[in-house]
Nanobody, 114 residues
Framework: QVRLVESGGGLVQPGGSLRLSCEASGFTFTKFRINWVRQAPGKGLEWVSSIDAIAAGGGATYSDSVKGRFAISRDNANSTLYLQMNSLKPEDTAVYYC?????RGPGTQVTVSS
């Protein structure tokens, strides 16, 4: 059974940084593309970033809204996905989820505010 658990969220001032983690279990971590998505208050889910399966090259893609500020990575030995978030803006405030196919974890809250 696929299980995803996010952590690392919190309250940060504009311009600050956070690193989110997603611990994964129940599947072969290296064989799948995994996503970060977010949901801001009152809005729908928004795709943030993806990292490809190892066999597909392991490349990363980003939404225009986070490109150049966020970096996705994976620790295959520990089945953990990361999202390094720099230069955070108030509009980055959201619940962040890691996502495999149609499965998401419970999410972690990120609040960017002074």
């Amino acid at each position: 059974q696929v299980r995803l658990v996010e952590s690392g969220g919190g309250l940060v001032q504009p311009g600050g940084s956070l690193r989110l983690s997603c611990e994964a279990s129940g599947f072969t971590f290296t064989k799948f593309r995994i996503n970060w998505v977010r949901q801001a208050p009152g809005k729908g889910l928004e795709w943030v970033s993806s990292i490809d399966a190892i066999a597909a090259g392991g490349g990363a893609t980003y939404s225009d809204s986070v490109k150049g500020r966020f970096a996705i990575s994976r620790d295959n030995a520990n089945s953990t996905l990361y999202l390094q978030m720099n230069s955070l803006k108030p509009e980055d405030t959201a619940v962040y989820y890691c996502e495999l196919l149609d499965v998401r974890g419970p999410g972690t809250q990120v609040t960017v505010s002074s």
